[in-house]
């Protein structure tokens, strides 16, 4: 269970870095709950067309991936507002599982209760679903690394990274799609609706005190680990509460600490420097950073790309 954990925490981390500096969280959490259709459907398959292999997570994969594409496609964008797509999408998605589920012979395949579908259950992942796991994060990683420079400058700022040649429908596709394999493979751990805890947070809490987004990639990993880490553990402790709860619940109150503590170092770096507070640090780089990143501006998401890519970054993590 912890294997399953470390491999979640990690691709969390990764992905989820990106998902909050571009501000598409919401966006992440339609595609995680429209992957409960593909859950749906691959039961509803197995239970009438008999084929064991067309397994819940390969049906989550292909309508998780379907529907990613769909967000990143110019054209929806061009026609209907984006969180209009998504509630759709979200909203769909579910409804679809719940139907094919209903339709479903509980007599011919195994279906999981909708308690274990939508909060998982880390302590249930069979070493097989663990290799699997690795196996696909790795996928999702390798391609993150070798692009991370592109995939850096479209975070920061879409019009910046069209006008510097990258193909931003292509990258968002990219993107979108590993969003969505990672929800799918998280499912796992915290299920369908705690999945978007493990995404957003820790990045979320790395974002306050990293400097860049490397930094911030490399903390919110870390943080994932160890928080993760923390909630399974104390799930076992009390066996009553079910692991994707509990993380969930560590999560959420070290962000509301990691806000304390930053919002404390804040004030004290502005009376040193006779600032006001949330200006920016002692180096001029900590606080401007999570500052930009609350405010958005495209003038500064472009310097924190450029001011990034300067430091040395040459597409490697």
Sequence with gaps: MFLATFVAAVLCGVIGSFV????????????????????????????????????????????????????????VSRKLREDSVIGVLWAAGMAI?????????????????????????????STEMVIIMAAMALMIIAPVIYLYRDLQILTFDESHARTSGINVTLMNAFLYSAVAVTCVLVMNVVGVIMVMALITIPASIAILFSKGMKETIILAVIVSLVLSSAGLILSVHWDRIPPGAMVAIVLTLALVISLIVSRMRDKDTSREQGQHPGTGGADGTSVSWASRRANGGAHGNSADAQSEKSDGSEGSI
């Design 20 to 75: 909050v500096v571009k501000r598409i969280v919401f966006m992440s959490g339609g595609i995680a709950h429209a992957t409960f259709g593909g859950i749906g459907f691959a039961y509803f398959i197995q239970s009438i067309v008999l084929i064991g292999w067309f397994a819940p997570m390969i049906g989550a994969v292909i309508v998780g991936i379907s529907v990613a594409l769909i967000m990143a496609h110019p054209a």
């Design 97 to 125: 599982g719940v139907i094919f589920i209903a339709l479903s012979d509980p007599s011919v395949v195994y279906i999981k209760s909708y308690e274990a579908i939508l909060f998982g259950n880390v302590l249930l992942v």
